[in-house]
């Protein structure tokens, strides 16, 4: 059996393939790298599976806390792994946007699933996960909600600022100042979507456009960002397996090449 | 038994007696110049004024960690973090006078050169104003066609001339043509010499380690003008020459060079060695930037218009077709498997035109590339993990092509 781990900066997920690239266990814990959620997140697969460790035959890791774990056999950047998983449930895939607890990317494939081209957000939290996390908190919701309540929204608030430290004081000038909490919301999942596109527009996008991540997750943000993109953007059913999918078929695949 | 240096060493002593040459100098009361990287030291050299360069100071401050302490003074100051943070650095120091990382003595004269950037001459005026000295400024434009024009290069000769009248003026003394031919000899030699050495590394394996341009590209930029940092080239050269020929690489023996890449941009001069490190556990050589080509300054002995050419042609000062062109060059002529672009949050000009240099560059070759973030001297801009996420992706693109390239 083959094991693929994704430790993600907020979150860890992991999957569980047969020989025949069969998911047969699976599992997502919303913590990510320095906690025991690797571990925990490993132990939920195997369980779901009904699998003992030493089945696993080969192990591939993959994300940003993929330096720290050190019983896999192979470690593979995200970039790849997303990839790879993407292009094993929807092979038509051309373009990934990719969007994380802390990154956000856009990946380009050829007809074959390779990785052509890629680019990443610059250092800052702008344009991920974390920018709706903040805006969840500012607007004393849960993350789970935010969607829900920009689909609420008639009119999205201009969020100027890029820095998400910035647009968490915007955010509040701009409610004490009488903006209804709704069009907030929807000015943040516009906001998010600009930067996404903007990062977008650096390479060729050409469809079919897939979405991935947790905030693939946010059913308002893609529809903000298709808006934006002026394209439709499909999404797998599990968006935040793909980087644990495609470490499982590396697995998968470095065992065959053995 | 006479010791044979290497050149390492010699350039470590050359860069020693350089600065305490200026600072002993200053002492006696000669006159000391502040000037940017690619200007025309040889009006100084001529001069015998001592001259040393605040870029690379500011990096040699960045390299020993030691720039935190300047870029806040800077801050206090008002300097916004947007500024170049060389300019920062410098600009602190010129209050502060001492580093750890070795210090540069307080200038008479600036001698500026837009060539590089327009940073500079904001800078530059300041330290002039602040201080009270004088100023020469010398305006390259930017070449928006491919070729340095005719009337540039006129204008660009002019003020040759009538630098060379201020210095007359500052420094009291008649300008010796004879010597100036000399050490226009010298520094075109000079510049052979180093980009004979660079070159080196066209081999496959590169016997020269390309983090090596990053240490030499110090003297390059400061003994230019001199015999004795012609030597050290063509040492270096000879040294390369003797590894190629022995079929070694760059690293240790059996280490293997296993991807060449070209590096865009400055060093992270703070992150060197982990850079570096990071590169090198990949097996990915850095055998070329485009620092070879920045002090690659040659023309004929007394050939003013030449001379004027040769420095308005630098590649940050050339034109996007040109900037292009010149990578896409240097992927075949190093058989490059990928390119590493800095975007550098504190290098305007070289990062304006980034993104598209990467499209285009990626469109004629093929070949496959990532951006990091980072800057020069500034720590706070850099983050070890995303930067080698992304070369190791780097790797996993160049190893698909590799695989590729093999099947068919
Ligand atoms: S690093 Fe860039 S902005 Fe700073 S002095 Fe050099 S060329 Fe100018």
């Known amino acids: ?258 | 038994m006479e010791e044979v240096k290497t050149s390492k060493q010699m350039l470590g002593e050359l860069l020693d007696k350089h600065y305490s040459d200026a600072l002993e100098a200053k002492k006696n009361g000669q006159l000391v110049a502040w000037a940017t990287s690619i200007s025309p030291q040889e009006l100084l050299t001529t001069m015998g004024i001592h001259t040393v360069y605040p870029e690379n100071h500011a990096a040699a401050i960045g390299a020993r960690k030691c720039a935190p302490e300047f870029i806040s003074h800077s801050k206090g100051n008002g300097y916004s973090v947007d500024i170049c943070s060389y300019a920062r650095v410098n600009l602190a120091y010129m209050e502060l006078l001492h580093s750890e990382a070795g210090d540069i003595p307080k200038p008479d004269l600036i001698f500026c050169c837009n060539n590089i950037c327009n940073t500079v001459i904001k800078w530059y005026e300041n330290i002039a104003k602040e201080l009270n000295i004088p100023m020469i400024v010398f305006d390259l434009p930017f070449n928006h066609e491919y070729e340095v024009s005719k009337q540039d290069v006129r204008y660009i000769k002019g003020q040759f001339l009538e630098a060379i009248q201020k210095l007359e003026e500052i420094t009291g003394r008649k300008f010796d043509y004879d010597k100036f031919g000399e050490v226009m000899k010298i520094s075109s030699e000079t510049s052979v010499w180093w980009k004979k050495a660079a070159m080196k590394a066209m081999t496959k394996p590169s016997p020269l380690n390309g983090f090596d341009l990053f240490n030499y590209m110090a003297t390059i930029v400061c003994m230019r003008g001199t015999t004795e940092g012609m030597d050290l080239f063509k040492l270096w050269y000879e040294q390369l020459c003797e590894k190629e020929a022995k079929g070694l690489g760059p690293w240790k023996p059996g280490e293997e060079e296993k991807y060449r890449v070209m590096w865009d941009g400055i060093a992270c001069w703070p992150y060197l060695g982990p850079t570096y490190k990071t590169l090198r556990k990949y097996g990915i050589n850095m055998v070329t930037s485009t620092y070879p080509d920045s002090w690659y300054i040659v023309y004929e002995q007394n050939d003013l218009d030449g001379m004027a050419r040769a420095y308005s042609s630098n590649y940050v000062n050339r034109n996007l077709d040109f900037g292009v062109d010149n990578i896409t060059k240097l992927v075949k002529d190093y058989q490059l498997d990928g390119i590493v672009y800095h975007s550098n949050r504190s290098c305007k000009l070289m990062d304006f035109r980034q993104f598209e240099v990467q499209r285009r560059v990626e469109a004629n070759t093929g070949v496959p590339s990532v951006i990091f973030d980072g800057d020069q001297t500034d720590p706070s801009a850099f983050s070890l993990a995303q930067f080698e996420t992304r070369i190791q992706a780097l790797v996993e693109m160049m190893e698909k092509r590799k695989q590729m390239a093999g099947e068919k």
């Open chain 1, 1 to 258: 059996m083959y094991l693929g781990v994704d430790i993600g900066s907020s979150s860890s997920k992991a999957v569980i393939l047969n020989q025949d690239a069969k998911k047969i266990g699976e599992a997502i814990l919303n913590i990510g790298t320095g906690s025991n959620g690797p571990q925990e997140v490993i132990g939920q697969a195997l369980f779901q599976a009904g699998l003992q460790r030493e089945a696993i035959r080969r192990t591939v890791v993959t994300g940003y806390g993929r330096m720290t774990f050190t019983s896999a056999d192979r470690q593979i950047t995200e970039i790849s792994c997303h990839a790879k998983g993407v292009h094993f449930v929807m092979p038509n895939a051309r373009t990934v946007i990719d969007i994380g607890g802390q990154d956000a990317k856009v990946i380009c494939l050829d007809q074959s699933g390779n990785v052509g081209n890629f680019i990443m957000n610059e250092k800052c939290a702008a344009g991920t996960g974390r920018f709706l996390e903040v805006m969840a908190r500012v607007l004393n919701c849960k993350l789970e909600d935010l969607s829900g309540l920009a689909d609420r929204g008639d009119n999205g608030v201009t969020i100027s600022s890029t820095c998400t430290v910035f647009a968490e004081s915007e955010v509040i000038s701009q409610l004490s100042m009488g903006q209804r909490i709704e069009d907030v919301a929807l000015g943040a999942h516009c906001s998010i979507a600009q930067r996404i596109v903007g990062l977008c527009n650096r390479v060729n996008i050409v469809p079919e456009v897939v979405i991935t991540g947790g905030v693939a997750l946010n059913r308002n943000a893609v529809h903000c960002i298709s808006e934006e993109l002026k394209l439709p953007i499909s999404r797998p059913d599990d968006p935040q397996g793909m980087g644990a999918l495609g470490a499982a078929l590396y697995a998968l695949e470095f065992d065959k090449e053995r």
